[in-house]
């Protein structure tokens, strides 16, 4: 074997592991970041929807009334930047933002990031002081 494919081998398993390591529940070999999302909406409205990816697919779920979703985030250390994704949508309204960003991961204190969803729009929750800040207004136009 010469070097070139030597080369060549290394980076696929160092590829291939840490896509591995992204898959599981564990975030081995990268860090760890939860991304929790509460359903703040009016009682009894229609349930809210989420669909968040990034280089994986979370898959689409429901947030019932009162409920928090978590994401385990898992971002590899040897890749400069990464981002993951959701679209929320409740009867009408949706919005599609960046849930986690990590060149900006030092707004989630102790790596976790918490978004609260309400009938005004999304919000974002600073971890130690839990005040909310309005990130985003619902979008109303056809998906």
Request: glycine fraction near 6%.
């Amino acid at each position: 074997m010469n070097s070139s494919n030597t080369i060549k081998n290394v980076l696929l398993v160092i590829f291939l592991s840490t896509n591995i390591f992204r898959a599981t529940s564990s975030c081995s070999g990268t860090r760890k970041y939860t991304a929790r999302i509460t359903n703040s909406l009016p009682r009894d409205s229609a349930p809210l929807h989420y669909h968040c990816s990034s280089d994986l697919d979370f898959g689409t779920k429901v947030i019932r009334e009162g409920q928090t979703a978590e994401l385990e985030l898992c971002v590899s250390p040897i890749v400069e930047y990464s981002a993951f994704f959701c679209r929320l949508w409740w009867g009408s309204k949706h919005k599609t933002f960046e849930i986690f960003n990590s060149k900006n991961s030092d707004e989630c204190k102790s790596h976790v990031c918490s978004w609260s969803v309400m009938g005004d729009g999304i919000y974002y929750q600073d971890g130690p002081s839990g005040k909310l800040s309005k990130k985003y207004d619902w979008d109303s136009n056809a998906m």
